[in-house]
């Protein structure tokens, strides 16, 4: 293959990100709440670029998605979008629109190796071209775009075509749910705490769905729903009223989407979906598909960064595989996508902050049977880090805390400790992939812990950090391809104890996740971690 020019994605405001594409694949993503230590951070993506990196001549296409008024990131940030034209035209090179949706669409479809498959777009919002058709960047009128929050799409090969477009004002759950979360719950949906959604899932679990069920059945798709009694019930109630409201917002939920899809899938018979948009992080509801569509859906794909973030992704894929820009065939992954697109910090940094903190830590060299002998006894709860950070606000081995599933009080142990959450939110397995099917009711893949399912009951009982109150988990499934370091370690676990399991959370405490050596040992010290790991260099630290 000829050398191909890199594609640059990015997108500005909420969820501040850019990637780096070269030959297809994307070799690079960052999201600004990372670096700033402050979630979900609004900003400008170029000026985050080109902090980042200084080497241009290789880069030949820009893409964002569209803005609810023409040229708007342009006027926003003029500064940064001159250098962006400017390299472009340097490069003979060119910017490109894309809508909204149809990028999360593409970044669904494309991340995974499906040849066909339905494709489902939810979220709380974004503009759309409405015949589905990329444009360059001044190419449109205001007559051509729609806002929307729902799309249904067919992917084939390379091509994606829409099925289905609703406009934002006849259904929008991810309104409706982030109303629900501040004004009932009073739960941060944004900048500079994140979205809260999970922990609402997680209460959904414990609570009767049908107490409050008509109450929401037929609002929750609309931005007009009166929170009004359920604030006062809050506020006057007991923990067990927010339960069974978080139930029925969530019965609700899926209860509206599935009659969304239901005729789709019945009419195409997918066996495989494809998923993505701010909603699609709801993982119960994933997990639900499963078993709604069991028979004719077999396999699901959500992308590792299936909410905003992930547009700069999308973006590029649109660019690389539609046939009115670059026309180049699918990529095949090995097993899935790549999503340790983050930085890689080498030894000397590592070392630097090591001196710097000399008086509060002491370290040795082990290896990883050393560390897996560690987890497995005297409840240690060690963080991990090396590699390149993940994309997406999962950890998945590579920033992770982890811990050892079968003992029935670790849970308490890492909210102690560390994670200070509230004690009905679950704890996710990590699971060898090839031992799934001995463990869980459906032998699925959900590499970017994307999917509750439960587990079998034989089984739960021997996992109990893990296991939610209903029997349910949001796995992640490890494979030697997708990170052989994790994979490698998760089967020196299983040695020992005869578990393919080990508990993993996210490598922080209420602030996104580490990124950098300097974050990890800054965590560290700030928790009650018992030991931090770099596992790239083989040290292990402790404090003194």
């Known amino acids: 293959?000829?050398?191909?020019?890199?594609?640059?994605?990015?997108?500005?405001?909420?969820?501040?990100?850019?990637?780096?594409?070269?030959?297809?694949?994307?070799?690079?993503?960052?999201?600004?709440?990372?670096?700033?230590?402050?979630?979900?951070?609004?900003?400008?993506?170029?000026?985050?670029?080109?902090?980042?990196?200084?080497?241009?001549?290789?880069?030949?296409?820009?893409?964002?998605?569209?803005?609810?008024?023409?040229?708007?990131?342009?006027?926003?940030?003029?500064?940064?979008?001159?250098?962006?034209?400017?390299?472009?035209?340097?490069?003979?090179?060119?910017?490109?629109?894309?809508?909204?949706?149809?990028?999360?669409?593409?970044?669904?479809?494309?991340?995974?190796?499906?040849?066909?498959?339905?494709?489902i777009t939810i979220d709380a919002g974004g503009w759309d071209f409405k015949e589905h058709n990329p444009r360059s960047y001044f190419d449109y009128t205001d007559k051509d775009i729609m806002p929307t929050t729902f799309t249904i799409s067919l992917g084939k090969g390379t091509?994606?075509?829409?099925?289905?477009?609703?406009?934002?004002?006849?259904?929008?759950?991810?309104?409706?749910?982030?109303?629900?979360?501040?004004?009932?719950?009073?739960?941060?949906?944004?900048?500079?705490?994140?979205?809260?959604?999970?922990?609402?899932?997680?209460?959904?679990?414990?609570?009767?769905?049908?107490?409050?069920?008509?109450?929401?059945?037929?609002?929750?798709?609309?931005?007009?729903?009166?929170?009004?009694?359920?604030?006062?019930?809050?506020?006057?109630?007991?923990?067990?009223?927010?339960?069974?409201?978080?139930?029925?917002?969530?019965k609700a939920t899926e209860q509206k989407i599935k009659e969304q899809i239901d005729y789709y899938i019945k009419l195409h018979k997918p066996k495989n979906l494809c998923l993505a948009g701010g909603v699609s992080l709801n993982s119960v509801l994933i997990g639900k598909l499963y078993e709604w569509y069991d028979g004719i859906v077999e396999n699901i794909c959500v992308p590792p960064v299936p909410y905003d973030a992930g547009l700069s992704i999308g973006v590029c894929q649109i660019l690389w595989h539609d046939e009115r820009f670059m026309n180049q065939p699918r990529i095949?992954?090995?097993?899935?996508?790549?999503?340790?697109?983050?930085?890689?910090?080498?030894?000397?940094?590592?070392?630097?902050?090591?001196?710097?903190?000399?008086?509060?830590?002491?370290?040795?060299?082990?290896?990883?049977?050393?560390?897996?002998?560690?987890?497995?006894?005297?409840?240690?709860?060690?963080?991990?880090?090396?590699?390149?950070?993940?994309?997406?606000?999962?950890?998945?081995?590579?920033?992770?805390?982890?811990?050892?599933?079968?003992?029935?009080?670790?849970?308490?142990?890492?909210?102690?400790?560390?994670?200070?959450?509230?004690w009905f939110r679950p704890f996710a397995p990590s699971i060898l992939k090839e031992d799934v099917k001995e463990w869980f009711e459906y032998d699925i893949n959900s590499p970017y812990m994307t999917t509750v399912i439960k587990f079998k009951k034989e089984k739960r009982d021997k996992v109990p950090a893990v296991v939610h109150f209903d029997g349910s988990a949001r796995l992640q499934t490890v494979t030697k391809n997708d990170n052989k370091w994790y994979h490698s370690f998760i089967s020196k676990f299983k040695q020992k104890t005869g578990v393919p399991i080990v508990l993993n959370t996210s490598f922080n405490d209420r602030e996104p996740i580490v990124e950098t050596p300097e974050h990890a040992i800054n965590c560290f010290l700030g928790t009650n971690i018992d030991y931090l790991y770099f596992r790239d260099v083989n040290i292990l630290i402790e404090r003194i």
């Not at 780096?20 to 979900?40: A, M, W």
């Not at 040795?364 to 963080?383: E, G, P, Q, R």
């Not at 993940?390 to 009080?409: H, M, V």
């Open 332 to 422: 095949k992954w090995n097993d899935n996508s790549p999503t340790y697109l983050g930085y890689t910090y080498h030894e000397d940094s590592i070392n630097e902050e090591l001196e710097k903190n000399k008086d509060k830590i002491r370290y040795k060299k082990v290896d990883d049977n050393f560390v897996a002998d560690l987890l497995s006894k005297d409840n240690n709860v060690i963080s991990v880090f090396g590699g390149g950070s993940e994309s997406g606000r999962r950890a998945l081995g590579n920033r992770s805390i982890l811990a050892d599933p079968r003992n029935d009080k670790m849970k308490d142990i890492i909210n102690e400790k560390v994670k200070h959450r509230q």
């Open 1 to 119: 293959m000829k050398k191909t020019k890199k594609i640059i994605g990015f997108h500005s405001g909420h969820d501040c990100s850019y990637c780096i594409f070269k030959n297809g694949i994307p070799v690079t993503h960052n999201e600004l709440e990372r670096f700033s230590r402050k979630k979900e951070h609004l900003g400008d993506a170029l000026e985050f670029l080109f902090q980042s990196n200084d080497e241009w001549e290789d880069v030949k296409y820009f893409s964002q998605v569209i803005d609810n008024w023409k040229g708007g990131f342009i006027k926003r940030y003029p500064d940064t979008a001159k250098r962006m034209f400017d390299i472009a035209k340097n490069n003979k090179g060119n910017f490109y629109y894309f809508g909204h949706h149809q990028t999360h669409a593409a970044n669904a479809f494309y991340s995974s190796n499906f040849d066909e498959a339905l494709i």
């Open 159 to 250: 091509k994606i075509e829409r099925l289905h477009i609703k406009d934002i004002n006849e259904f929008n759950i991810g309104a409706t749910w982030n109303k629900c979360l501040e004004e009932i719950f009073g739960l941060s949906t944004g900048y500079p705490y994140g979205n809260q959604a999970g922990t609402v899932m997680a209460m959904a679990c414990m609570g009767d769905g049908d107490k409050y069920f008509n109450d929401f059945k037929d609002t929750i798709h609309t931005k007009n729903i009166d929170t009004t009694k359920f604030r006062q019930i809050v506020k006057n109630g007991n923990e067990q009223d927010k339960f069974d409201i978080a139930a029925a917002i969530q």
